[in-house]
Structure formats: C-alpha cells, structure tokens
C-alpha cells in the first residue's frame, strides 16, 4: 500500500507522538530546524532513491523527507531502541511506507547497502573531535560514488552566536563533548575523504550559526539523484 499524501508534514508528525514529552521535544526541534530550513537541506536530497539518517532519534526529520517525496526511500538509524520505537509507531500512523528503522549504535552499524544520500543533522559537534575523521570515513563508505553527504552543522563564527548555541546544547547534554569545527577544518577533512564540497549558511533571525556542507562523493552519478 502506497504511503498517503501529507498536507501539513510537521503538524501531523508532532501530532504523531502520543507521549506528551515526545510531542513538546518535536515541537521544539521542528521550531529550531522549521520548515524553511528543512526545505532547503532537502534541495540537495535525491528525490527518489535509497538516504540514510544517522542518528535519527525520534524520526522527526526522516519522517519529513519521506512524507515529502514518496520516490525516497529513508533508513533512519539509532542507538536508542526505544525512541526507534516511537519513530515507527509514528510512520504507520501517518502511513508511510517508504521509511524503515534500524535499532543499533549509528556510528558502527554496518551495512552491505550503499545509499544515494546520507545526512547527518546537528550530529557532528557532539562527538569526540579525535573520533570525527574515522567516523566520516566509515559514512563515505556508504555512499555510491556519484552520491551525495549532507552535514548540518553549527559553525565557530560569530563566536556570540556560538556561546549562544553552546549554553543551549550544554543544558541539552551536560558535560557530553562538543566541538564546533571551523568550517575551513571541516570542509578540508571532507575534501580529504573524496567529496567536493560546498558550504550553505542558513539564515536564521534566532542567533544559531547554522551551517550546511553539501559534499559530492566523486565518482560516475547515480542515476536516481534527481534532486
């Protein structure tokens, strides 16, 4: 059975949660990453083919993209089993079809798989720096040739958007790591792994230093990145 058409994405995916806690936390994380924003890290997506999200959480985003574009497929990965759970009760009751859950550390889960797309969203500052250029390459290696890697990051600069941003995430995750890569650091380590890469500042009136780093795995196009 096809998955239906959404009229409003976001407010039939808070409206998902049945747990009261889970429907304010997708509320503030769809106010923090609304529907412009979404859109335009979505441009770059395929429009049909296989896309993975690492460290899907809830499935907020993933459940954005497939109700979206009924031509993708998206796999939304995590460790946390039970907010997989929620993130599949979520996609029957909004009857999409072409979204699937995997309960398993995001960062190690393997697969024999290669996607057209792979996004990370606010991921890449909340983990060990030392750990990063492993962690990309594991991703890269995922990806068809030709296929596309979304970051969706918070940048260094201006530093009060930066200290802004760092107050919030440290109430998020307490004394967990966080490091705000430079984008010229970042962008090199991309270059290194094979990507070419672009960078999309997204403008926000909130003082978030939004940055996206569309890098392109060199290689033949796939023939379903259409996007």
């Known amino acids: 059975m096809p998955s239906r058409n959404i009229e409003n994405p976001i407010r039939e995916i ?3 949660y049945r747990r009261p806690v889970i429907w304010a936390y997708s509320l503030l994380r769809f106010t923090i990453l609304r ?3 979404l859109d335009e890290i979505g441009q770059y997506l395929p429009r049909s083919g296989e896309i993975l999200d690492i460290g899907c959480g809830f499935g907020l985003f993933s459940l954005y993209f497939a109700a979206t574009e009924k031509g993708r497929r998206i796999h ?16 029957r009751r909004l009857g999409l079809d072409n979204v ?5 550390d995001a960062l190690e889960w393997e697969s024999e798989q290669r996607f057209d797309a792979i996004y990370l969203l606010d991921l890449v500052h909340h983990l060990p720096r030392e750990e990063v250029p492993e962690v990309l390459e594991r991703v890269r290696d995922l ?3 030709g296929g596309v890697l979304l970051i969706k990051d918070v940048e260094d600069r201006p530093r009060w958007k930066m200290a802004f941003t760092l107050l919030l995430d440290r109430l998020m995750v307490g004394s967990e790591p966080i490091h705000y890569w430079p984008e010229s650091e970042l962008s090199a380590l991309l270059r290194g792994l094979g990507f070419e890469v672009r960078r999309h500042r997204m403008k926000d009136f909130l003082p978030y230093p939004h940055i996206l ?9 796939n023939a379903s990145d259409a996007g």
Do not use: K, M, T
């Not at 939304?76 to 996609?91: K, L, P, T």
């Not at 780093?213 to 196009?221: D, K, N, Q, S, T």
């Open 100 to 104: 699937e859950y995997h309960a398993s």
């Open 213 to 221: 780093y569309i890098g392109h795995l060199r290689g033949e196009a």
């Open 76 to 91: 939304g990965v995590d460790s946390n089993a039970q907010r997989i759970e929620y993130a599949r009760a979520s996609a």
């Open 143 to 145: 990806i068809r040739p």
């Open 14 to 16: 808070v409206a998902s």
């Open 35 to 37: 529907q412009v924003f």
